[in-house]
């Protein structure tokens, strides 16, 4: 055991889930919004295709990864506009919508792969890394934690800005409201239709984001299909914050943990079989669904159209 729990393990294990959760962070923080608002996003793994596809194309013609993440973060909020217009503006179901966008993605993403680049995969140079002087230099976590893109200090950062703006302004009453009683929302003269938009707008460009960074930070390429099911983790880390942002962070790094634990215990030269690698971060779903589904608690008005007159 003491040739396996290594510096190297746990370096390696901090690293792995950094570089995992993160897109997971994005995500699940961009469908803590959504659903906030009352919009169930089920499409979330689209948008992070295909803001992984057009990130990675911008950032390997432009040789810039921040030209990158905001393509990314565009091509995330036009998938966005089907699940607005389909479903907050014309209110048809969220759940087969969000599985069409779902669906349709993952091909459209496939086939522009499959046109541009034939069979070949280029691959993007690595983004450079900023150390946060002196704190880089504690053992075990400072080459992990304190050593990573700007992106990832963004993100965090991001965190704080979406915590407060849920709890302490006006913005956030409105987005609680337009989940729990739209009606009431309404009726004090405040545009339920308009404030479920700009959240799924906001959920795809975070979306977008999210596969920008898995293409461009993570992999340094575009492979279809794949976020492996990275947003419908997303969307399980998001239901279980319960509209808490440190909760989401919370949930990806656990699930990052997850996934890059079989990577850590390889280079312990401890093989581990790659069917068990793929099973891990739904294990870990289905565990954390076990334990802690029945204490989520979701808006009244989840996933369910608003019409005025009716909620």
């Given at each position: 055991?003491?040739?396996?729990?290594?510096?190297?393990?746990?370096?390696?294990?901090?690293?792995?889930?950094?570089?995992?959760?993160?897109?997971?962070?994005?995500?699940?923080?961009?469908?803590?919004?959504?659903?906030?608002?009352?919009?169930?996003?089920?499409?979330?793994?689209?948008?992070?295709?295909?803001?992984?596809?057009?990130?990675?194309?911008?950032a390997l013609y432009t040789d810039s990864s921040a030209v990158g993440f905001l393509a990314a973060i565009a091509a995330?909020?036009?998938?966005?506009?089907?699940?607005?217009?389909?479903?907050?503006?014309?209110?048809?179901?969220?759940?087969?919508?969000?599985?069409?966008?779902?669906?349709?993605?993952?091909?459209?993403?496939?086939?522009?792969?499959?046109?541009?680049?034939g069979t070949t995969y280029p691959r993007l140079d690595r983004v450079p890394?900023?150390?946060?002087?002196?704190?880089d230099r504690i053992p075990v976590?400072?080459?992990?934690?304190?050593?990573?893109?700007?992106?990832?200090?963004?993100?965090?950062?991001?965190?704080?800005?979406?915590?407060?703006?849920?709890?302490?302004?006006?913005?956030g009453l409105s987005l609680k409201a337009a989940g729990e009683k739209p009606a009431a929302l309404d009726a004090s003269g405040v545009s339920v239709i308009a404030t479920r938009s700009w959240a799924v707008l906001i959920t795809g460009g975070l979306a977008g984001l999210g596969g920008g960074y898995m293409a461009i930070v993570g992999a340094g390429i575009f492979v279809p299909f794949m976020t492996h099911g990275a947003g419908f983790i997303a969307i399980v880390i998001a239901m279980l914050a319960r509209g808490k942002a440190a909760w989401v962070i919370a949930g990806a790094f656990i699930f990052g943990i997850a996934v890059s634990f079989s990577t850590a215990l390889q280079i312990t030269g401890v093989s581990v079989p790659i069917d068990l690698v793929n099973m891990l971060p739904f294990v870990a779903?289905?565990?954390?669904?076990?334990?802690?589904?029945?204490?989520?608690?979701?808006?009244?008005?989840?996933?369910?159209?608003y019409k005025r007159g009716t909620l």
């Amino acid at each position: 055991m003491s040739d396996v729990l290594t510096v190297e393990f746990f370096s390696s294990l901090l690293t792995g889930a950094i570089l995992a959760g993160m897109p997971l962070l994005f995500a699940g923080l961009g469908e803590t919004i959504s659903e906030r608002a009352g919009v169930l996003n089920i499409g979330l793994e689209g948008m992070m295709l295909f803001g992984g596809y057009v990130g990675f194309v911008a950032a390997l013609y432009t040789d810039s990864s921040a030209v990158g993440f905001l393509a990314a973060i565009a091509a995330g909020m036009v998938v966005a506009l089907f699940m607005l217009v389909f479903c907050v503006r014309l209110g048809l179901d969220q759940i087969v919508i969000g599985i069409a966008i779902l669906v349709i993605f993952e091909g459209v993403t496939s086939i522009a792969q499959r046109a541009q680049f034939g069979t070949t995969y280029p691959r993007l140079d690595r983004v450079p890394d900023i150390k946060i002087p002196l704190l880089d230099r504690i053992p075990v976590v400072g080459d992990s934690l304190f050593t990573q893109p700007l992106i990832v200090y963004l993100g965090l950062g991001l965190c704080v800005v979406v915590w407060w703006v849920l709890k302490h302004t006006n913005v956030g009453l409105s987005l609680k409201a337009a989940g729990e009683k739209p009606a009431a929302l309404d009726a004090s003269g405040v545009s339920v239709i308009a404030t479920r938009s700009w959240a799924v707008l906001i959920t795809g460009g975070l979306a977008g984001l999210g596969g920008g960074y898995m293409a461009i930070v993570g992999a340094g390429i575009f492979v279809p299909f794949m976020t492996h099911g990275a947003g419908f983790i997303a969307i399980v880390i998001a239901m279980l914050a319960r509209g808490k942002a440190a909760w989401v962070i919370a949930g990806a790094f656990i699930f990052g943990i997850a996934v890059s634990f079989s990577t850590a215990l390889q280079i312990t030269g401890v093989s581990v079989p790659i069917d068990l690698v793929n099973m891990l971060p739904f294990v870990a779903v289905m565990v954390a669904l076990i334990l802690f589904a029945r204490q989520s608690v979701l808006p009244a008005a989840l996933a369910t159209p608003y019409k005025r007159g009716t909620l």
